[in-house]
């Protein structure tokens, strides 16, 4: 969480209206394969190019920067054809009960996941393939005639095999001997996506993969003018046109920020960047409330209908109610739990 956000989450009761299937912005959520990702041309050439050159890739961002939606609308397309692309796949699968000796469940977890990217009628059973090393598995796997020789795996959110039972040193560094063995192949190429925050507790595990993981990505929050083309391009596909003062105007509010001063006050000050998850919720909530015959967003829309602290204190309590299922002392608890633990004294949120 970044800790000088100037956006204060407000209580209220009114949440965003659900999405629609003519909105083009995805709101909360992250970008899928096939879908535009506007604003993110220049790394997804830099990341295809260095993980072309170099084979083993760390791609690393604050939370929020979008890496997933980077992976999947961006890299995925772009690798397309020229190699064999498998994943994203994850290390977070809780193994069951009664799991047999001998199974890593990072290991397992990765297989499963991997496993969901081919066809339902030639996937194997669990039993099959749970127990097998991540190179067994990967000789095994079914794979279409035409394929390219080399293959891409793509492994996300990748700070889970710290977080997830995180006692479990001999698993870890047995998951990391398998996937060091991999990689030694040559037609095997990885990226590894995680929060940048984990970077120095995945150092003890490096040394154990190919380059130690030297070749590293850093994914940035979004600047102003790839801001400017997150918002106007998918409205222009949508049918709309932003006014050059709607847009500036909405870009300045999503990047203001709070910055302490030395007496201990905070001051507003423009930021260098957009976080983007604020500025799909925004845009979202703003699409869904501009009236159908309207196709000009101007100024006075963004500060009637986009109003950045309204958009998400909006999703902000409509997530919480959804979470509650209707039950006011859950969502109390929430509410209460959030303004302890996640937002500062000043109003800014809170390192976590």
């Not at 909105?23 to 990341?47: A, K, M, S």
């Not at 380059?211 to 801001?227: C, I, K, P, V, Y």
Request: proline fraction near 7%.
């Amino acid at each position: 969480h970044n800790p000088d956000s100037n956006h204060r989450i407000r209580m209220n009761s009114h949440s965003t209206p659900p999405s629609g299937d003519d909105n083009p912005y995805v709101g909360p959520h992250p970008f899928e394969t096939g879908q535009r990702l506007f604003g993110r041309d220049r790394e997804t050439e830099d990341l295809y190019y260095l993980l072309s050159a170099e084979r083993i890739v760390l791609l690393h961002s604050p939370s929020g920067a979008g890496k997933s939606s980077l992976i999947q609308a961006g890299l995925i397309p772009r690798l397309a054809g020229k190699f064999d692309v498998w994943g994203p796949t994850r290390v977070n699968l809780q193994p069951p009960s009664g799991l047999p000796a001998g199974i890593n469940r990072y290991v397992r977890s990765v297989i499963l996941g991997l496993e969901q990217g081919i066809p339902e009628s030639r996937r194997r059973p669990e039993d099959q393939i749970a127990g097998l090393t991540l190179s067994e598995y990967v000789k095994s796997r079914p794979r279409r005639r035409s394929a390219p020789d080399n293959i891409v795996i793509i492994f996300d959110q990748f700070e889970e095999v710290l977080t997830v039972d995180p006692l479990a040193i001999n698993a870890k560094n047995e998951f990391f001997d398998q996937l060091g063995e991999l990689l030694l192949d040559p037609h095997i190429w990885a990226l590894i996506a995680l929060r940048e925050d984990y970077l120095a507790p995945l150092d003890p595990y490096a040394e154990k993969v190919p380059t130690h993981l030297r070749n590293r990505f850093r994914l940035d929050l979004l600047g102003h003018e790839s801001a400017k083309e997150a918002i106007v391009s998918p409205a222009r596909d949508g049918g709309r046109e932003f006014t050059d003062e709607a847009v500036e105007k909405l870009v300045s509010d999503l990047a203001t920020m709070k910055v302490q001063q030395p007496d201990g006050t905070f001051l507003e000050q423009l930021g260098r960047h957009v976080e983007p998850i604020q500025l799909q919720v925004v845009c979202h909530r703003l699409w869904k409330r501009m009236p159908a015959e309207d196709k000009l967003i101007d100024i006075e829309d963004v500060v009637e209908l986009g109003n950045v602290t309204e958009a998400l204190s909006g999703y902000y309590a409509g997530e919480v109610a959804r979470i509650a299922e209707g039950n006011g002392r859950t969502e109390r608890n929430i509410r209460e739990w959030v303004d302890e633990k996640l937002i500062t004294p000043d109003g800014i949120r809170a390192q976590v």
